[in-house]
């Protein structure tokens, strides 16, 4: 529906394969989140108001097909969570909030600047005959203005260059990525797991539905570049993992190395542009892409609620000061080993499909850099393993280390911890249902997203 006429802006919202498993996930943990905000006891109007407005700019990204409704709900996003980690958030949270907000904001001004610069653009090139398409998304994506004989190679670059470093840092991917672990460590636990489980995936998005198919060429001559971030990602992440004895920071660090992975298959299938032979390798690694971005989301959705519940009760996250939780908390353990069982990709469960079809299309189009990346899959075994489990769940329980524990449902103070509450059960056991359901059958995920990929792929296979 027509919104600014004079500059050919338009109220339209849309979903395809992509976009509608992204929105329910949205919407799943979102609902989910608000059950760990219970705690929260200053300001709670405010806090949920925000909320609410940060789930309605995550759900507006999703479903825009009008560049410029597209970026006012990126905008909508920045103020809320800069507010609930400014307010609600933890030790350092104004450091936190304020190196997120610039991050951040510098990745909109980007945008906002190739935006703009394609609106004037559009204006005078081909005689003005696509100016009405200046901020159609779908419409973009089919006519490809640019893409013709005489075509402004340069500005296409440029743009190229301005919407990737400005969804990069969203994402977030090496070098971008240091506002991360900072904003989780001083997030409260619902704004972490909305962080891990749907901020971080709009950046990917906007690759895949923007600055993909817009820029075809452009993606296609530095698709190179793309996979060696991917896999720089991939690597760097689970080695500062490894160095973290912060529990909330570790699993912060993972995810820029979960999202290399997205990124790999991103370029892979970048790099398949123009080649007709490729065209069901990058479909498949854009799928494996996709499906990883989903069941991050699951697994450290998860795994940031887990986080709460020990900090709820020990008011630390020091992995030196655990051991032997294992005996004193079997259920909590049991949910703890299934979300980071499926962050290391174990077979059975969600997160093993997203890195097979990225590493199954990649082994395809760019084979060394795919066998350099499967070393993120050993690195990501070794933190999972040795820092998370042994240090936290295995061994002999010591109750010298941590002398007083909070009862979650009383308030009263404890001398061993007591296990996942009532109301923690609730929150955690349908994202634990969700990992182990499209581990044993991810079709039905994958049927969404292979339509819309194969149909992207088979529109860049001339060129």
């Known amino acids: 529906m027509p919104w600014i006429s004079a500059y050919h802006i338009n109220y339209r919202l849309g979903v395809d394969g992509l976009s509608v498993l992204l929105i329910v996930m949205t919407g799943f943990l979102s609902f989910l989140a608000t059950f760990v905000a219970f705690p929260i006891k200053k300001h709670v109007k405010g806090f949920f108001a925000l909320y609410l407005l940060l789930v309605t700019g995550m759900m507006g990204v999703f479903m825009a097909l009008d560049f410029f409704l597209f970026y006012v709900f990126w905008e909508v996003m920045l103020l809320p969570m800069y507010f ?10 104004e450091y936190a909030a304020i190196k997120f907000f610039l991050y951040t904001l510098l990745g909109s001004v980007l945008i906002l ?15 003005g005959q696509y100016a009405q398409y200046a901020f159609d998304i779908p419409q973009l994506v089919a006519l490809q203005p640019f893409d013709i004989p005489g075509g402004p190679t340069l500005f296409q670059h440029l743009m190229f260059w301005g919407l990737f470093i400005g969804f990069a840092i969203k994402v977030p991917i090496f070098p971008f990525h240091t506002w991360l672990p900072d904003a989780h460590t001083a997030a409260p636990t619902a704004g972490s797991v909305i962080l891990a489980g749907v901020l971080l995936k709009l950046g990917a998005y906007g690759i895949i539905r923007i600055a993909l198919p817009v820029f075809p060429d452009a993606a296609k001559r530095y698709a190179l570049v793309i996979v060696i971030l991917g896999v720089i990602s991939i690597i760097y992440g689970a080695l500062v993992s490894l160095a973290q004895w912060d529990l909330k920071r570790l699993i912060a660090y993972s995810s820029v190395s979960h999202m290399g992975y997205v990124l790999l298959g991103v370029g892979a299938a970048a790099y398949a542009i123009g080649n007709p032979a490729w065209v069901g390798a990058g479909a498949m690694a854009l799928n494996g892409a996709a499906f990883q971005m989903f069941s991050h989301g699951l697994s450290t959705g998860a795994l940031f609620f887990l986080v709460g519940v020990i900090y709820e009760r020990a008011h630390l996250r020091d992995l030196k000061m655990f051991g032997g939780l294992s005996a004193k908390m079997p259920y909590y353990y049991g949910l703890f080993a299934v979300a980071a069982f499926t962050s290391l ?3 059975s469960l969600a997160g093993f499909w997203g890195e097979l079809f990225v590493f199954r299309g990649a082994f395809e189009i760019v084979r060394l850099w795919a066998a350099v990346g499967i070393l993120g899959l050993v690195l990501t075994a070794a933190y999972i393993l040795w820092k998370i489990v042994q240090y936290t769940f295995l061994g002999e329980y010591d109750p010298h280390k941590i002398a007083h524990w909070s009862d979650v449902e009383t308030g009263a103070e404890l001398h061993e911890p007591k296990d996942v509450a009532s109301f923690e059960k609730v ?20 049927n969404f997203f292979d339509t819309a990929f194969m149909a992207l792929m088979n529109g860049f296979a001339g060129k």
């Open 427 to 446: 929150t955690l056991w349908p994202l634990v249902a969700f990992m182990i359901l499209f581990g044993f059958f991810p079709a039905p995920l994958l």
């Open 345 to 347: 990709g174990l077979p």
């Open 113 to 127: 600047l190739v935006m703009l610069a394609y609106y004037f653009k559009m204006q005078t090139f081909a005689g």
């Open 84 to 93: 609930l980690i400014g307010i609600w958030g933890g030790p350092r949270k």
